[in-house]
């Protein structure tokens, strides 16, 4: 017989190796864990999304009154509606993230649910394989808007596999 997960060969009659049949019970018991201690949301401000995209607003306004200036008005006018619809695009995919996207800390484990549209996903750390959590404050429209950044990095990844939720409010009370 061979092993069901890992394919060893087995000595004894059964479905998994030593090893695999303790990963399993492991896996099971972080299933059973299922009341919430702390849910964390991301937050969505306008004001602060706004200043976050002020790149966008500036090249915008040059191109308007640079079109102006030459003549053209039309042109002008047209590209001030498309950089506006670009600024409203990004803050209602930011709008959406803040919904859909949360933390949730359990007595075992830790959870993130995406449930962005064809993106989503649920990524679970339990809290033996986590190395450090750390929250911080990247920029500094995010020190003044008193949101920081989440991230639980793990022990076991080569370059990121562990869990980040941005625009966290209140991130030091957590």
Same mark, same amino acid.
């Given at each position: 017989?061979?092993?069901?997960?890992? +394919?060893?060969?087995?000595r %004894?009659? +059964?479905?998994?190796?030593?090893?695999c049949?303790?990963?399993?019970?492991?896996?099971?018991?972080?299933?059973?864990?299922?009341?919430?201690?702390?849910t964390? %949301?991301?937050?969505?401000?306008?004001?602060f999304?706004?200043?976050?995209?002020?790149?966008v607003?500036?090249?915008?306004?040059?191109?308007?009154?640079?079109?102006?200036t030459?003549?053209?008005?039309?042109?002008?006018?047209?590209?001030?509606?498309?950089?506006?619809?670009?600024?409203?695009?990004?803050?209602?995919?930011?709008?959406?993230?803040?919904?859909?996207? %949360?933390?949730?800390?359990y007595?075992? %484990?830790v959870?993130k649910?995406?449930?962005v549209?064809y993106? +989503?996903?649920t990524?679970?750390?339990?809290?033996k394989?986590?190395?450090?959590i750390?929250?911080?404050?990247q920029?500094?429209?995010q020190?003044?808007?008193?949101?920081?950044?989440?991230?639980?990095y793990?022990k076991?990844? +080569?370059y990121?596999?562990?869990i980040?939720?941005?625009?966290?409010?209140?991130?030091t009370?957590?």
């Open positions: 017989m061979e092993c069901r997960r890992c +394919g060893a060969v087995l %004894k009659e +059964g479905d998994f190796c030593p090893k049949y303790k990963e399993v019970l492991e896996e099971e018991e972080l299933k059973k864990d299922v009341v919430p201690l702390l964390v %949301k991301r937050k969505y401000k306008p004001g999304h706004v200043r976050q995209r002020w790149d607003i500036v090249i915008t306004i040059l191109t308007v009154l640079s079109c102006i030459a003549g053209h008005i039309f042109v002008g006018i047209l590209s001030g509606i498309v950089g506006f619809a670009i600024l409203l695009a990004y803050m209602a995919f930011q709008k959406m993230l803040a919904a859909k996207e %949360k933390v949730v800390f007595e075992k %484990k959870v649910y995406s449930k549209p993106f +989503g996903s990524k679970e750390v339990a809290y394989d986590i190395k450090d750390t929250y911080y404050q920029t500094w429209r020190k003044r808007a008193n949101m920081g950044d989440i991230v639980v793990v076991y990844t +080569g990121f596999g562990g980040k939720l941005d625009n966290v409010e209140n991130g009370e957590v």
